[in-house]
């Protein structure tokens, strides 16, 4: 057998890609387990729900530098690109979290909140005294469940674009705010096609978890990841080289793929 024309061949590059989908998986999964392990067992010796929560907020923490990264990696091997991919994982992890820490500082919290005001004024909404309260009571608590569900909504639409933005641009903390809720609203049925492709791995794994959940912890991420660079690629190209049509943008510091350094 020629070993060149199998190395050419699209059996070897299909088990050459779920290869990598494999372990950009794995290492997307395990590292925000890694940090989140500790808290957990403190949590499961002392049953204080401080350590469940600082639990979670490590592994948030972790997952979004982690899920911008395999996009990122994703992205270098579509154009053609080389590189060992434990290698590119972690150089690159490193270099995009220093980019977003600070992103993540404000974002994190404030999702977190906008989620705890959503669950509180819900749980408000269905108690058996809800009726018996004043008018300006209620009204305030539905007004309450409104905004805080749908900013939080709007905190997930903007994050859904992040991997893209991070892998086409280079920015400030603060452009980073004003890109991706910007591009998250103006392209809202685009980002919500996002949403849906990336969400629905989770939905199975949480509804049918004998079967989806080792699924998931394969490809769950890498997959849904996959297909989004292959439906944004050309949006984003587009926009990395023409930004004039971002209308508003030319206030904003941003740097096109031409401009980026990184490998």
Same mark, same amino acid.
């Given at each position: 057998?020629?070993?060149? #024309?199998?190395? &050419?061949?699209?059996?070897?590059?299909?088990?050459?890609?779920?290869?990598?989908?494999?372990?950009?998986? *794995?290492l997307?999964?395990?590292?925000p387990?890694? %940090?989140?392990?500790?808290? !957990?067992?403190?949590?499961?010796?002392?049953?204080?729900?401080?350590?469940?929560?600082?639990?979670?907020?490590?592994?948030?923490?972790? %997952?979004?530098?982690?899920?911008?990264?395999?996009?990122?990696?994703? #992205?270098?091997? #579509? +154009?053609?690109?080389?590189?060992?991919?434990?290698?590119?994982?972690?150089?690159?992890l490193? *270099?995009?979290?220093?980019?977003?820490?600070?992103?993540?500082?404000?974002?994190?919290?404030?999702?977190?909140?906008?989620?705890?005001?959503?669950? /509180? !004024?819900?749980?408000?909404?269905?108690? &058996?005294?809800?009726?018996?309260?004043?008018?300006?009571?209620?009204? @305030?608590?539905?007004?309450?469940?409104?905004?805080?569900?749908?900013?939080?909504?709007?905190?997930?639409?903007?994050?859904?674009?992040?991997?893209?933005?991070?892998?086409?641009?280079?920015?400030?903390? $603060?452009?980073?705010?004003?890109?991706?809720?910007?591009?998250?609203?103006? /392209?809202?049925?685009?980002?919500?096609? /996002?949403?849906?492709?990336?969400?629905?791995?989770?939905? @199975?794994?949480?509804?049918?978890?004998?079967?989806?959940?080792?699924? /998931?912890?394969?490809?769950?991420?890498?997959?849904?990841l996959?297909? @989004? !660079? $292959?439906?944004?690629?050309?949006?984003?190209?587009?926009?990395?080289?023409?930004?004039?049509d971002?209308?508003?943008?030319?206030k !904003?510091?941003?740097?096109? +793929?031409?401009?980026?350094?990184?490998?």
């Open positions: 057998m020629d070993f060149n #024309k199998f190395v &050419e061949s699209k059996l070897f590059r299909g088990f050459d890609w779920l290869y990598r989908l494999l372990v950009i998986n *794995l997307s999964i395990l590292i387990l890694a %940090l989140a392990i500790g808290p !957990y067992l403190l949590y499961y010796h002392f049953g204080w729900y401080f350590f469940l929560i600082i639990g979670y907020v490590f592994a948030v923490f972790a %997952l979004i530098p982690c899920v911008i990264n395999s996009f990122f990696i994703i #992205k270098h091997y #579509k +154009e053609e690109k080389a590189g060992n991919v434990f290698i590119l994982y972690f150089q690159n490193v *270099l995009i979290f220093k980019n977003i820490y600070i992103y993540e500082l404000t974002i994190i919290p404030a999702g977190g909140l906008l989620a705890f005001g959503s669950a /509180y !004024y819900w749980a408000a909404l269905g108690a &058996e005294n809800f009726a018996s309260l004043d008018a300006w009571v209620r009204v @305030l608590m539905i007004t309450g469940f409104v905004f805080s569900f749908f900013c939080f909504c709007a905190v997930i639409l903007s994050i859904v674009n992040m991997p893209m933005i991070v892998s086409y641009f280079r920015m400030k903390t $603060l452009d980073l705010y004003k890109i991706s809720f910007y591009i998250a609203f103006r /392209y809202f049925f685009r980002t919500f096609l /996002y949403l849906v492709i990336f969400g629905i791995p989770i939905i @199975l794994a949480l509804q049918f978890p004998s079967f989806f959940l080792p699924v /998931y912890t394969l490809i769950g991420i890498s997959l849904p996959y297909l @989004l !660079y $292959l439906l944004s690629r050309n949006f984003y190209w587009h926009l990395s080289r023409n930004l004039d971002l209308k508003n943008m030319d !904003y510091d941003l740097k096109g +793929e031409d401009n980026e350094n990184r490998n």
